[in-house]
């Protein structure tokens, strides 16, 4: 069974700093890209960031370019988001999975871990 295990949430004033953590177990980790997503109040999942499973490809949402930094260890299985500068708008529920739409589904969602950026 896949488990999808946020971290690392919680209440910032705005320019602070969070460290998010996802830890997965029940498949081969290093087999797969892996992404953040999040959703907003009231709004849609948002791309967040992707990993590739060889560390070298990483990819960012305009909005987060320059912010936010993922980061993976896969002896430790486990997904990381650092972000910096947080603006009131990445509040959210931030949520890891797989990078592919379709394993995602296959997959289902963790509880996800809140973030508010506020003052």
């Known amino acids: 069974e896949v488990q999808l295990v946020e971290s690392g949430g919680g209440l910032v004033q705005p320019g602070g700093s969070l460290r998010l953590s996802c830890a997965a177990s029940g498949f081969t980790f290093d087999d797969y890209a892996m992404s953040w997503v999040r959703q907003a109040p009231g709004k849609g999942l948002e791309w967040v960031s992707s990993i590739y499973s060889n560390i070298c490809g990483t990819y960012y949402a305009e909005s987060v370019k320059g912010r936010f930094t993922i980061s993976r260890d896969n002896a430790k299985n486990t997904v990381y988001l650092q972000m910096n500068s947080l603006k009131p708008e990445d509040t959210a529920v931030y949520y890891c999975?797989?990078?592919?739409?379709?394993?995602?589904?296959?997959w289902g969602w963790g509880q996800g871990t809140q973030v508010t950026v506020s003052s």
């Open positions: 999975n797989a990078a592919s739409p379709s394993i995602a589904t296959m």
